[in-house]
């Protein structure tokens, strides 16, 4: 069964980013055989992107990124602040692509949405 994770990138309280990225998962997973879950950054401790390796982290880095790895497909949503993204979205990406397999990048597809 296909899974969706929806990744919330805004560290602020819960607001309208959070209610429309909930309503998209629960339309996803009201589609016959998918499951869709939604995972708020603010609601985990997240380190900056750095080169180290995941189990070097002592906060909720490897369990994010191991979370949206995992995934067969991401929906990114973030507030913009300032023409761009927040940090904890940011850097969330780069760990993902500092810690995973070659093979496992070149199977995924980026594509943003405005």
């Known amino acids: 069964m296909p899974r969706l994770l929806a990744v919330i990138g805004a560290v602020t309280p819960p607001g ?6 909930r309503f998209a998962a629960e339309c996803a997973a009201a ?31 490897a369990r ?15 507030p913009v602040y300032r023409a761009s993204f927040t940090g904890a979205l940011k850097s969330t990406p780069t760990s993902i692509a500092a810690t995973t397999p070659t093979s496992a990048q070149m199977n995924a597809s980026l594509r943003y949405v405005r």
């Open 16 to 21: 309208r980013l959070d209610a429309a990225v």
């Open 31 to 61: 589609r016959p055989q998918v499951s869709a879950d939604v995972l708020s950054l603010g609601e985990h401790r997240i380190s900056f992107a750095d080169g180290r390796p995941l189990e070097r982290f002592s906060d909720d880095t």
């Open 64 to 78: 994010v990124v191991g979370a949206i790895a995992q995934a067969d497909a991401v929906l990114l949503a973030s």
